[in-house]
């Protein structure tokens, strides 16, 4: 008889999942493209191998943790062996843009477009989200008074940790690959201001009097992400918050965002998020409960 390796939180509402975590020995489970309407984090405790996010590619080592957004598509594929936990937990469940000043993980774990999504992990580090882990297995065991309060508490635990260290290995350049060149850093500045209106590459390659091709060169080496790939992941992130917090209709998130064609909107949105606005609405949006 082999031990239980999958603990789940059905939410007793929607029938849906709330909260699942999942121990696996090997890398048959992500061989197929994964897709989910929840946040997926992913500590591997033993192995190396190469994963892939949206359209780019990593290698991952041993004590390494990867976090993964909502619908955000990823496959992780070992070189021999792969152990480690899977934790999935819907934003019914835990919604951190609601809970952003209690858990700072948006923008660090989460939905960074210029971070190298994978945090490595110093054993120490391991073993203490390894023990937050313990804490969650037991108590999605326990359907006692609480359970999810509980549940939520450990989950805040366990982000909060996970962000603090990679805040600490970003302040002392800790696994930096190399120096981020200023204009790097510069382009980063103008997409977060003018994300709403510029969508071109050429119009940020003008404001930062520089080649269209040598900026996406530049942009391609140091984020491993086309110059279109990060304007559009950008105007995506922005489009996923507006349509998870709230009600708003398509139409008038698409013209804040500068589409003037809504229809436009909901087929750039479609490519990006692998799912239609409306559908993202209906799966993940906080907001789909002032429908009606």
Partial sequence: MTAQTTFTLINPQTKTLAFQLYAFEDDSYFEVLKN??????????????????????????????ICFSIYQPFMIRAEG???????????????????????????????????FPLIRLQDAEMTALLTIVDSLKREVQNPALAQYELLISYLKIFLINASRIKLDQNESGEFKHEREPFILKTLKDAIEEHFKTKHSPGEYADLLNISTRALNRLSKGHFNKTLSSLIAERITIEAKRELYLT???????????????????SRFFKNNATVSPQVYRDTVGFAKREDG
């Fill in 36 to 65: 989910y309407n929840y946040y997926s984090i992913v500590i591997i405790t033993a192995g190396s191998g190469k994963f892939r996010a949206d359209l780019s590619e990593y290698a991952f080592e041993s004590n390494s943790l």
């Fill in 247 to 265: 009600s708003k209709p398509v139409k008038a998130i698409a013209y804040e965002l500068g589409f003037t064609d809504e229809f436009y909107f």
């Fill in 81 to 115: 062996e792969c152990k480690g936990i899977l934790i999935n937990f819907h934003p019914d469940f835990f919604c951190i843009h609601k809970h952003q000043e209690e858990v700072a993980c948006n923008g660090v774990l989460f939905n960074n477009i210029y971070e």
